[in-house]
Structure formats: structure tokens, C-alpha cells
């Protein structure tokens, strides 16, 4: 019957969880300003914890400390400085305090000097993620500042509440180190926490360290009068076992007194039969090891061995250096002759001989051949001027002159009448969604109301449509963030659909974009519309993000 009634009861706490889902979407179809509160509260709306589950959240719960609640909400006002309110005494209320993340990023920004703050920008918003967001950012910067990560919660911790002790020792921690940098950030009463231990290195030379070789440290013993008197075999000093034989003997003169006492005042008791005796005892622990003898003499050769097996032969060594020369040998037989060697260079000219004696005159020659014609003589005088020739033909092309030098510069003529201007054709737009028109309707087009330009006013913002004006070639691009459902929208050109762009949304903010080129004729609409039910409309728009539709002309026909 007890299992069947926590059976039960779990149903029904199974069953409210699902009627809150219910409920939350519900009014995030009618209202979705109201998204981030339902969210936050279906977070923070955890169902009853049994058995271990809830000992252990107990147990969890008893660590926290009000008292220490209240010191470091002292230092965390100090600290912040400014116009910081302080929460009421209590777990629940010093975790709303601090869940959003606000005041821990202001307090870690506080111990940094101006301009060098790890959290640039703190934002304040509602959003669930980006609370949570800006508690990592803080957990991250007190790491970075010198806290060891095993004092550092995690975000659930103080998001649901899970270890706000955690969240204790996480201040404690860092108002501990902040102290004991002391760097002229910290603010407060230095009694609230702790001064760290600072290290004390000592430098020694490396002749001390030399020294130090030779020596038995203390915490390694003495060997100074060591001896093994009065050492039992398991090291047990003899002034123990004095001890302990003194205790027995007191033991058993009490007992004597005690026996001579009950005899004096009662001597007709008779004495019984001895007892059964006893167990014996447990055996006692062996003694130790004896002293080990002194070295004995040597042992006279045992007998030869039998010859083992012949072994296989080694590798062929290096090659040695060569020996010293040998004896001249005997000549050796005469060989046959050899082939005819061939003719050598040709020996130099030697030096010319003398002059011979003159000889007979000999009998006249053959007339020679007629010399060669012999070197021109010089010109002689010019004679009388000969009657003038005929015309001859024209010589050769000669080559090229030099460039002569630049003219001087002629007088600038008369201004030409002005030409027509071109006249250039234009035609672009840009729009956004607002917070008003954001998660539009589906199957009608999308009334990007947020005017960026639409200088030449082709873009409609009451029905959403661009229509053109000027026939050519356009592009076409958008830019969509999505949140809180799915997201399917399609391009349309005087209703047809162009091109489609899907996205899922995962429970965090995600990105979808799509562009063309069209050709328009004038006359033709563009607009951008959902497809699909409510269930795809997840355009969003709020300050930090937002949802675009853009156009402009390529070039016209």
C-alpha cells in the first residue's frame, strides 16, 4: 500500500508539471512578452525529490550558513559601491538577488582598476540564457583572478537554487584572495575573511648544497649512541615492558590485599574445587631475524664440466692492416716482343745551320710568272676638271634622324557646349521587423515596418511588397534571427515562390539568411511570407537582434 500511494502521488505531480508546459505555451502563442517569465518559472519549477534524492538535497541545504549570508552581503555592498539595495535575510531572497548576474559581474569588475575590467559590458535583461550567461562570465574572471576551481560553483547552483552554500564558500573564496593581494581594490572590514598563506623560498648556495650532502637529516633519525640494548625482537623499547610488568605486579598485590581482607572477615568459608582452567593463548609473534655470520672459507674447484655442444661459428671479423713488404723475388723469364708502339708527336724545329760556301754560278733561269701587283704609290696632282657626267641612279634610303627638340605649346582653343548629363537609374530598400511585427502571420506577406532606406519609396511598409520601377536585373537578400519556434519562409515574385529557407529552432538563438538575383519588369512585386502554419513564424526582433529584408538594382535594361 505505500509504494502504491508514492506511485500515485508521483502521477498526479506528473501530471501539474504537464498542465504548467501546457499553460506556457499557451500564452507564449497570445503574448510573447510573457515567454521569459514562463520559461524562468518552468526552469525553476522542479518536481518533489524522493528518497536518496531528497536526504542528500537536505544535507546539501544544512550547510548554509544565514549568519555568513549576512557578512557577505555587507561586503558585496561596500564593495559595489553606489546605490545598491540590500535583500531581506534568507536563502530564497539572497538568491534572487544574486541569480540574474548583475551584481557578481559588478563585483568582480570592482577588484580589477578602471579600464582593465574582465566584463566589458553588463547587460540588463530579462532573458533566461542570458542571465545565466553573465554567472559564467563571472565564474570564468573569478578563475582567471587566483580562486582554485574546486571553490567555484557551477551555474545551476545559484540559478535553481541547488548549493547556495556553493555559492557561500565561492564569495569566501574571493574575498579571501582579494584581501591578500592587497592591491588597494578591496573594500570592507579586512576581519570578514582570511589572509592565504604566502610562500617563503630560500636560496642556498650550491657550496651549502654541497655540505648538505654529507649530513643524515633529523627527520631521517640519529645514529649517535645507537645500539640494540634493551631492543625486543619487534623494536619495542624495555622501559615499555618495564612499564607494563610494573602495572601487573600492582595488579596483583590488590588482588592478594583483597583475598587476605575476605579471609580475615569470614574464616568459615570453605574453599571450593579449582576452576576449569582457561584457553590457552595466542601464540606470540615470531622473534626477528638473527645477525648474519661471519664470511666462511673459500670452497675447494668443483669437478670439470662435460664439453657442451659445439657452438656455430662467429661472423668473419675486419679486415686487418696490411703486413710489412716481403723480399725481393727472382726475375722472371724474358717475354715475347711487343706490338709496334704508335708514331709519336713530332719533335720540336732545331736551330738553324750556318751559311755554306758560295757555289758555282749556275746556268740563266726560266722567266718567272708575273709577281703580284705591289702597293699603290701616292696620289699625284689633281688634273683639269672633265665635262660633267650623266645624271646617276638614286642611292639608298638613308636611316633615321635624330628627334628634334619639342615644339612650343599652342594656344588652348575655345570651350565646347556642355553635354547632356546621364541620367542613372535607381532603385533600393532595406527594412526590418520590430517588436511589433515580429512572429508575423503565415501565408500573407511579412510587414517589415523598421525603415532602414527606401530613399526612391519602390518598398511598401503598410502591405510589405517591393514593386519595381525600373526593368533589369535586382538582388534580393534576407536575414532572419530565429527564436522560440521553427522558421520557413519563401521568396515570392507576383506570387510565385522563388526560393525557400527552413530553419529548427533548438532551444537557443539560431541564424537563417537567403538571397537572388530576379530579373523584374516594371509592374512586378517581390515580398517575403511564411509558409506553413503558426508553428513556422519564429522571426524575432527585440534591441540586440534583428530580422532584415533588402533590395537594390543590379543594372537596368
Known amino acids: 500500500m505505500l509504494h502504491f500511494s508514492i506511485f500515485r502521488q508521483r502521477a498526479q505531480d506528473r501530471r501539474h508539471r504537464a498542465q504548467q508546459l501546457q499553460t506556457a505555451s499557451t500564452s507564449v502563442r497570445g503574448n510573447s512578452l510573457s515567454r521569459c517569465d514562463k520559461s524562468y518559472e518552468i526552469m525553476a519549477n522542479r518536481g518533489p525529490t524522493y528518497g536518496l ?3 542528500v538535497q537536505e544535507k546539501i541545504e544544512q550547510k548554509y550558513d544565514p549568519d555568513l549570508e549576512g557578512r ?12 545598491l539595495e540590500r535583500p531581506q535575510p534568507g536563502k530564497q531572497n539572497f538568491q534572487n538577488w544574486l541569480m540574474d548576474g548583475t551584481i557578481l559581474c559588478r563585483l568582480i569588475n570592482s577588484l580589477y582598476p578602471r579600464g582593465k575590467e574582465p566584463i566589458k559590458k553588463i547587460q ?12 559564467s562570465q563571472f565564474l570564468q ?38 584581501l591578500t593581494k592587497d592591491d588597494g581594490h578591496y573594500r570592507g572590514n579586512r576581519d570578514w575573511f582570511h589572509r592565504k598563506s604566502q610562500s617563503n623560498r630560500r636560496e642556498f648556495s650550491e657550496e651549502q648544497l654541497r655540505q648538505g650532502q654529507n649530513l643524515i637529516g633529523l627527520q631521517m633519525g640519529s645514529n649517535r649512541g645507537a645500539s640494540q640494548a634493551g631492543m625486543t625482537g619487534y623494536g619495542m623499547h624495555r622501559q615499555i615492558m618495564q612499564f607494563f610488568i610494573l602495572l601487573l605486579v600492582a595488579f596483583v598485590n590488590i588482588a592478594e590485599q583483597e583475598s587476605s581482607g575476605r579471609r580475615e572477615k569470614s574464616d568459615d568459608c570453605v574453599c571450593g574445587h579449582p576452576g576449569i582452567p582457561g584457553n590457552p593463548g595466542h601464540n606470540g609473534m615470531p622473534g626477528r631475524d638473527g645477525r648474519d655470520g661471519a664470511k666462511g672459507d673459500k670452497g675447494d674447484p668443483g669437478a670439470t664440466g662435460i664439453d657442451g655442444v659445439k657452438g656455430r661459428r662467429g661472423e668473419n671479423g675486419e679486415r686487418g692492416s696490411p703486413g710489412k713488404m716481403g723480399p725481393q723475388g727472382f726475375p722472371g723469364p724474358l717475354g715475347l716482343k711487343g706490338v709496334k708502339g704508335e708514331m709519336g708527336i713530332p719533335g720540336p724545329q732545331g736551330i738553324k745551320g750556318d751559311v755554306g760556301p758560295l757555289g758555282p754560278e749556275g746556268p740563266q733561269g726560266i722567266i718567272g710568272y708575273k709577281g703580284e701587283k705591289g702597293i699603290q704609290g701616292p696620289i699625284g696632282p689633281p688634273g683639269r676638271p672633265g665635262p660633267k657626267g650623266d645624271l646617276g641612279p638614286p642611292g639608298h634610303k638613308g636611316s633615321i634622324g635624330y628627334r628634334g627638340d619639342k615644339g612650343s605649346k599652342g594656344e588652348i582653343g575655345e570651350k565646347g557646349p556642355q553635354g547632356d548629363m546621364p541620367e542613372i537609374p535607381k532603385s533600393a530598400f532595406s527594412a526590418g521587423l520590430t517588436a511589433q511585427s515580429k512572429l508575423p502571420a503565415s501565408n500573407i506577406p511579412i510587414r517589415f515596418d523598421k525603415i532602414i532606406y527606401n530613399r526612391q519609396n519602390h518598398y511598401d511598409p503598410q502591405s510589405g511588397r517591393f514593386t519595381c520601377a525600373i526593368t533589369g536585373a535586382y538582388y534580393f537578400t534576407y536575414h532572419i534571427t530565429v527564436f522560440s519556434r521553427n522558421v520557413r519562409v519563401a521568396l515570392m515574385k507576383n506570387g510565385q515562390s522563388i526560393i525557400h529557407t527552413m530553419d529548427n529552432y533548438q532551444n537557443n538563438e539560431d541564424q537563417a539568411s537567403g538571397g537572388t538575383v530576379l530579373y523584374l519588369q516594371a509592374g512586378d512585386k517581390v515580398w517575403l511570407q511564411v509558409v506553413g502554419e503558426q508553428f513556422f513564424n519564429g522571426l524575432y526582433a527585440d534591441d540586440d537582434d534583428d530580422t532584415t529584408f533588402s533590395g537594390f538594382l543590379l543594372f537596368a535594361e
Open 53 to 55: 534524492s531528497r536526504e
Open 72 to 83: 557577505l552581503v555587507d561586503w558585496i555592498v561596500v564593495q559595489c559601491g553606489g546605490n
Open 124 to 135: 540588463e535583461t530579462q532573458m533566461a540564457f542570458k542571465q545565466m550567461e553573465k554567472i
Open 141 to 178: 574572471a573569478t578563475e582567471a583572478y587566483g580562486v582554485i576551481t574546486t571553490d567555484i560553483f557551477q551555474t545551476v547552483d545559484l540559478w535553481e537554487g541547488k548549493d547556495m552554500a556553493a555559492v557561500q564558500r565561492t564569495l569566501m573564496a574571493l574575498g579571501s584572495v582579494a
